[in-house]
C-alpha cells in the first residue's frame, strides 16, 4: 500500500481485534507496520479518523462520519479486505491534506514534480465526475543559471523564491503551484475554462515587469511560459497534458543550453 513505513494510533480495548487484523496484514510486509495501542486517544484535528465500533454502536458509528471521522468498521467484520480498503482511504486523505516533505520543494516551498502530479491527478479526477475544466500554464526560468553564475547561489535560490511568490500571486488559492525541475515551474487552474490561461498569463506578465523595476543590482527575471486547457473530453492522462504542455519549453532549455555549450 506504501514504500514508507506506516505508522498508526489505535486506541483500543480488549479482546483488541484490530489490532489483531492489522498486524495479520502487515505481516511480513517490508517497510512494515509501526503499530501504538492505546486505551483512549484525543481529538487530533487534521489527522484521519477511522471508528471501530460494537455493531449495537452501529448509529453512533454512522454519525461519527458527520463529525469528521472517514469511515467506520463494525467489530466481528474487521477483515484484511475491510481494513486495507479504509487505511488506503485515510492514506489518499492525508496525502492531500498534507503532502510530506518528499513532495515539496525544499527552496520554494512548492510542490515537487512528484507533488504536482499527484494533485493534479486527483484534481482531474474531480473534474471528469464533475464535468469542470482545468488550465495549466507551465514556466522556464530562462535566466536562473546565469544569475546564479553572475552572483552566486544565494541570489539563485532567492530568485527562485521571487518566482514562486509570483506564482502564487497570480492565482486563486484553489490553484496548485509547483516547481517541476530545476528552472521549471507550473500553475494548475482548478475548475478553470480555457480562456482563464490566457489572463493567468498576463497578470504574471504584469506583476513580473513590476517586479522587475526594483531588483537592481541583480537585473530582471526573464521567464518563458506556454499554456494549454482540460476538459473531460481529452482523453490524455495528467501526466500526458503537463508533458504536452511542457514540450515547448523543454525545447527552448535544449536551444538555451546549446548557446551556451557554442559559447565556450
Not at 51 to 56: E, H, N, R
Not at 133 to 153: K, R, T, W, Y
Not at 217 to 228: E, F, K, N
Not at 233 to 248: M, N, V, W, Y
Amino acid at each position: 500500500m506504501t514504500q514508507r513505513r506506516l505508522r498508526l494510533l489505535l486506541a483500543e480495548g480488549n479482546p483488541g481485534e484490530a489490532a489483531a487484523a492489522l498486524h495479520a496484514l502487515y505481516s511480513g510486509n517490508d517497510p512494515g507496520l509501526d503499530l501504538t495501542v492505546v486505551s483512549t486517544d484525543r481529538t487530533a484535528p487534521g489527522v484521519p479518523l477511522v471508528v471501530f465500533a460494537d455493531p449495537a454502536q452501529k448509529k453512533q458509528a454512522i454519525h461519527s462520519l458527520t463529525e469528521g471521522a472517514i469511515d467506520f468498521v463494525l467489530k466481528g467484520q474487521i477483515d484484511e479486505s475491510t481494513l486495507e480498503r479504509v487505511l488506503r482511504a485515510a492514506l489518499e486523505r492525508n496525502t492531500l491534506a498534507g503532502l510530506t516533505d518528499l513532495l515539496r520543494d525544499q527552496v520554494t516551498g512548492l510542490y515537487s514534480r512528484d507533488g504536482f502530479l499527484t494533485i493534479g491527478r486527483r484534481h482531474q479526477e474531480e473534474a471528469v465526475r464533475s464535468g469542470g475544466s482545468m488550465v495549466l500554464i507551465c514556466v522556464l526560468f530562462e535566466n536562473l543559471q546565469a544569475l546564479h553564475d553572475a552572483f552566486g547561489p544565494g541570489t539563485a535560490d532567492r530568485a527562485l523564491n521571487d518566482v514562486a511568490a509570483l506564482l502564487k500571486g497570480c492565482c486563486r488559492r484553489s490553484d496548485v503551484v509547483g516547481r517541476l525541475g530545476e528552472a521549471q515551474f507550473a500553475v494548475l487552474g482548478v475548475d478553470a475554462v480555457a480562456p482563464s490561461a490566457a489572463v493567468m498569463r498576463n497578470r504574471l506578465e504584469q506583476h513580473l515587469a513590476v517586479h522587475n523595476q526594483t531588483r537592481s543590482p541583480w537585473g530582471p527575471i526573464d521567464l518563458r511560459s506556454s499554456v494549454g486547457s482540460w476538459n473531460p473530453q481529452d482523453q490524455r492522462t495528467f501526466a500526458d497534458f503537463l508533458d504536452g504542455i511542457e514540450s515547448s519549453l523543454r525545447i527552448r532549455e535544449a536551444e538555451l543550453i546549446g548557446e551556451k555549450v557554442s559559447q565556450i
